[in-house]
C-alpha cells in the first residue's frame, strides 16, 4: 500500500512563493507519473505539473514559466516549487502517483494567495 503525504501549503501574498512536497511510502523510482493536481469548490481537479518516469514534464498553460516540478529521489519526495503566485493559483493541490494501472491519491494541502 502506496501513501503520498503532502506539506508546504499555507497563505501567501500575490507574488510570493511556495514549495510543495509529497513524501511517498515507496521508491519513487517504482512510479510512472506523478504529479500535482489542482482543486477549487465545484470544479473538477485539473493537473498543475506532472513528471512521467523519464523525468519529461508537463505543465498547465496557466502555470508555465512559474510551477517547477522535481524529484527528491533520496527521501522519495516529489517537490513542487511556485513562484510568482496568483490568487487564481488558491486551492486544494493533491500529489498524485501511478503505476500502470494503479494510482494513488495524497490528501491534499491548501494554498491560498491573497491580492
Known amino acids: 500500500q502506496v501513501q503520498l503525504m503532502e506539506s508546504g501549503g499555507g497563505l501567501v501574498q500575490a507574488g510570493g512563493s511556495l514549495t510543495l512536497s509529497c513524501a511517498a511510502s515507496a521508491t519513487i523510482f517504482s512510479f510512472n507519473f506523478m504529479g500535482w493536481y489542482r482543486q477549487t469548490p465545484g470544479k473538477q481537479r485539473e493537473l498543475v505539473a506532472g513528471?512521467?518516469?523519464?523525468?519529461?514534464?508537463n505543465y498547465a498553460d496557466s502555470v508555465k514559466g512559474r510551477f517547477t516540478i522535481s524529484r527528491d529521489t533520496a527521501k522519495n519526495r516529489v517537490i513542487l516549487q511556485m513562484n510568482s503566485l496568483k490568487p487564481e493559483d488558491t486551492g486544494v493541490y493533491y500529489c498524485?502517483?501511478?503505476?500502470?494501472?494503479?494510482?494513488?491519491w495524497g490528501q491534499g494541502t491548501q494554498v491560498t494567495v491573497s491580492s
Open positions: 498524485y502517483a501511478a503505476v500502470r494501472t494503479t494510482h494513488w
Open positions: 513528471m512521467a518516469s523519464g523525468s519529461s514534464t
